[in-house]
């Protein structure tokens, strides 16, 4: 039956038969080998494994390198140079490169006039003229699987005004 011991160590057994261990993790492993003959077992299982499997691995012979700089420097020799280009942005990046406060303040400008679009504008002078205040109420009714929203825009003043009844129905 395994003891909270088997338990702990359990995970570390593989790691002390491939000698994996640190100092201190490797002294508690073989105290507790020393008086567990299952963990022991297991153990032994695993070096004999890694013994089997190093012993049946053939070393890969070493590459042949002799040819190697004679091909690549023939072909340096043959293939012609590609021309460098820049990318199209790097013109426009050279300027602010090297200037820490002018690419701070360029970064801070890029920043406000990207985040221009996203302000919430609620007053009426930053709305365009065909955009105005939109009301819309929900109307309740007596049936309680049903309701009824009204838009309307009649409030603006130019203009004939809208208005739009939507009666929704949950059956």
Not at 38 to 44: G, I, K, L, P
Not at 78 to 105: D, I, M, N, S, Y
Request: some cysteine.
């Amino acid at each position: 039956m395994p003891s909270l011991g088997c338990l702990w160590n359990r995970t570390r057994l593989d790691a002390f038969a491939d000698a994996a261990l640190g100092p201190r993790g490797a002294r508690a492993v073989a105290r507790h080998l020393s008086g567990c003959a299952a963990c022991r077992d297991r153990v032994e299982r695993g070096i004999a494994l890694g013994a089997q499997i190093r012993g049946a691995t053939a070393v890969p012979p070493a590459p042949d390198w002799a040819g190697f700089w004679a091909g690549v420097r023939a072909r340096i020799g043959t293939q012609p140079a590609r021309p460098f280009r820049e990318p199209w942005w790097l013109p426009l990046w050279k300027p602010v490169w090297g200037h820490p406060r002018v690419a701070l303040a360029t970064g801070l400008a890029m920043a406000t006039l990207l985040s221009v679009p996203f302000w919430p504008a609620d007053d009426a002078e930053f709305l365009p003229a065909w955009a105005g205040p939109v009301m819309v109420q929900d109307v309740g009714t007596e049936d309680p699987d049903r309701s009824v929203m009204v838009y309307s825009d009649s409030d603006r003043g130019s203009g004939p005004g809208v208005t739009v009844i939507w009666v929704f129905a949950t059956r």
